[in-house]
């Protein structure tokens, strides 16, 4: 799971693949590394983040005008000089940067090892490229080309590469089958990344590959055929991509730009959208399919990580109000279950990135099955939102922090207008009950900013609690995958243990838990559950735990029982995921920094995750 970013062309190739990289970093970011290509190979490679590579680089001797780029998360092999991208043949004919998993890659490295290959590292990647060497030296009419289709015709597993061939300077060899590897074209020159954006600041023509496909790539030449060396037709798709500042501006990290951001964002998602005063609901992605939604026997909704917990808030909302049987699925198992799916049924795929592996083999397989497959995303020309029958863009910008923030809420706002768009089609809303809640939705923003000024309250909150070992979050309701939300957000980031809760449920175990080392936050405002939770609370105090609470401003019957309050204004039950996650957002965040995490690219982890 990693980053490939490559350059040919007549521009300088070193500046435009750091700068690829450094926008892939969200893909993994434990080594990295490029291949330059100026007559011979020069290869570069570093454990370390691509600052690390940048300092290495500058004084050598780095002139060319083709390249490739990789930056890593070690899937084969710890994360070391050695085993960074990109991996070299025996005899340094070609330099591979792979993005995916050669499963099958012991078995073709013993075959490799019985005919005299000898291996520098622990990668599938270097397997690969010993594999491609092989069947170059098989005879002088075989060309690079052939060399790599012959050994991806003997790969199991899923990968995204590109090439370079010491004895053929002019070329670019890139394949894809399961990791994306998309084209930009420009004048005289091409661009290779894992996505579009890294490339999208130079032109605004991609080409996106499939699987199997496999291509040559010249400064005046671009061939594609397909893993059995047939032409395949070449698609050009158009996408103006707005491509954020990799910029912290005034904050000390993404993440905390990104969580200041969120009012503004779910304007974003807002916008051209919803108002308060529009009679219906706009989502234009969805309309050519809404009847066939509206008419849908059961919605079955999927994803990874903050994107299910976003999720689990859609199912609350769709049962609520659309009156629509839902299920909410981690894509890894669903994908390899065996889900009972139907026509009538539609398949609702939630990613940030649009490049979960997980995520997509989920769609490819709701496909197959005959479902309609719906998406909601944030990026822009993603492969989920290519690949998709019909879809909404969550419009929250680009999302650095590898700890998601802006992305769900955006992800909430849309399900929400989702929701209630779908219920009043559907006439199982009241008209009455319809206007309070877009009303209410249209304020969340300045709710959200309301909210934003107690940072300073929280960091205080924050400092209480630093140094615990365990953390129990509950909510109810609306505010139970809340919770999950917000124990993720704390363990991702400050390496805390924590874990979320149904309040009801942790009378059947995390109550052994409670002591008094135990921080508990617990989200409490005013709704319908309100005096249940607050029993929760008692339980927890009653067994000395620490207990911090969210909970609706000027609840002063919480601020006596609870060791630590913040408050959120008072909204709609169904709107509170989007304000009372902001102070979970900003509790994690405050805890790590204080803890000296690295708080935008914590350790093992990575944004997008492209291996399952
Ligand atoms: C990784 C990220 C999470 C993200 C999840 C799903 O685990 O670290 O922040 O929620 O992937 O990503 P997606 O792009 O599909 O929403």
């Given at each position: 799971?990693?980053?490939?970013?490559?350059?040919?062309?007549?521009?300088?190739?070193?500046?435009?693949?750091?700068?690829?990289?450094?926008?892939?970093?969200?893909?993994?970011?434990?080594?990295?590394?490029?291949?330059?290509?100026?007559?011979?190979?020069e290869n570069y490679k570093r454990k370390g983040k691509v600052m690390d590579l940048e300092e290495f680089v500058q004084s050598k001797n780095t002139f060319a005008n083709i390249g490739i780029g990789h930056t890593r998360w070690a899937t084969h092999g710890e994360p070391s000089d050695g085993n960074a991208h990109p991996q070299v043949s025996m005899n340094g004919t070609f330099s591979v940067v792979h993005n995916g998993i050669i499963e099958n890659y012991s078995k073709l490295k013993e075959d490799l090892v019985s005919k005299g290959y000898s291996f520098q590292s622990e990668t599938?990647?270097?397997?690969?490229?010993?594999?491609?060497?092989?069947?170059?030296?098989?005879?002088?009419e075989?060309?690079?080309?052939?060399?790599?289709?012959?050994?991806?015709?003997?790969v199991v597993g899923a990968y995204g590469i590109a090439v370079l061939c010491n004895n053929e300077i002019d070329k670019i060899i890139v394949a894809r089958k399961g990791s994306p590897l998309v084209v930009g074209l420009g004048n005289r020159e091409y661009f290779i990344a894992s996505d579009a954006t890294p490339i999208a600041e130079?032109?605004?023509?991609?080409?996106?590959?499939?699987?199997?496909?496999?291509?040559?790539?010249?400064?005046?030449?671009?061939t594609l055929k397909n893993i059995q060396n047939n032409p395949v037709s070449i698609t050009v798709s158009n996408i103006d991509l707005e491509i954020g500042e990799l910029d912290k501006g005034d904050f000390d990290h993404f993440m905390l730009k990104e969580i200041f951001e969120q009012p503004d964002t779910v304007e974003e998602t807002f916008r051209g959208r919803l108002k308060s005063d529009y009679p219906e609901i706009v989502l234009g992605g969805l309309l050519h399919v809404f009847p066939e939604i509206v008419n849908a026997k059961r919605i079955v909704i999927v994803g990874c990580g903050t994107s299910w917990h976003a999720a689990l808030i859609g199912e609350y909302l769709l049962e609520e109000y659309a009156q629509v049987a839902v299920e909410v699925e981690y894509a890894s198992e669903f994908r390899y279950r065996k889900p009972v799916l139907s026509k009538d049924d539609v398949v609702l795929l939630i990613s940030q990135s649009g490049e979960t592996a997980d995520t997509l083999a989920a769609l490819h397989l709701a496909k197959e099955k005959g479902a309609m497959v719906l998406g909601i995303c944030n990026v822009v020309g993603s492969t989920l939102s290519r690949e998709t029958d019909a879809g909404v863009y969550t419009h929250a910008g680009v999302e650095i922090g590898v700890?998601?923030?802006?992305?769900?809420?955006?992800?909430?706002?849309v399900l929400t207008m989702f929701a209630l768009k779908l219920a009043k089609a559907k006439g199982t809303?009241?008209?009455?009950?319809?206007?309070?809640?877009?009303?209410?939705?249209?304020?969340?923003?300045?709710?959200?900013?309301?909210?934003?000024?107690?940072?300073d309250a929280i960091k205080q909150v924050a400092e209480k609690y630093k140094d615990a070992v365990n953390a129990l979050y509950l909510g109810r309701s609306y505010l139970f995958p809340v919770a999950l939300e917000g124990a993720l957000k704390l363990k991702e980031i400050s390496y805390i243990h924590a874990e979320g809760y149904a309040a009801g449920e942790m009378k059947h175990g995390p109550i052994a838990l409670v002591d008094d080392n135990l921080p508990v936050v617990v989200i409490a405002p005013h709704d319908a559950y309100y005096n249940k939770i607050v029993s929760n609370i008692q339980e927890v105090k009653a067994r000395k735990g620490?207990?911090?609470?969210?909970?609706?401003?000027?609840?002063?019957?919480?601020?006596?029982?609870?060791?630590?309050?913040?408050?959120?204004?008072?909204?709609?039950?169904?709107?509170?995921?989007?304000?009372?996650?902001?102070?979970l957002q900003l509790l994690a965040y405050h805890i790590a920094v204080l803890r000296g995490c690295n708080v935008d690219q914590p350790r093992n982890l990575a944004k997008s995750v492209t291996v399952e």
């Open positions: 799971m990693c980053g490939i970013v490559g350059y040919i062309g007549e521009k300088e190739a070193l500046p435009i693949l750091l700068k690829g990289l450094k926008r892939l970093e969200y893909r993994g970011y434990d080594s990295t590394g490029v291949a330059l290509l100026n007559g011979h190979i599938d990647t270097e397997v690969l490229a010993n594999l491609i060497e092989l069947f170059y030296n098989q005879g002088e075989i060309s690079a080309e052939t060399s790599v289709h012959l050994a991806l015709s003997k130079f032109t605004s023509q991609f080409i996106f590959l499939n699987d199997d496909d496999v291509a040559v790539i010249q400064k005046n030449n671009f700890a998601s923030t802006k992305a769900f809420t955006a992800q909430v706002t809303i009241s008209d009455s009950e319809y206007g309070k809640i877009v009303k209410e939705l249209a304020e969340i923003p300045q709710k959200e900013r309301l909210i934003l000024q107690s940072n620490n207990v911090i609470a969210v909970v609706t401003k000027g609840d002063t019957a919480l601020k006596e029982l609870a060791n630590d309050v913040v408050e959120i204004p008072k909204s709609h039950p169904a709107l509170a995921p989007l304000l009372a996650v902001l102070p």
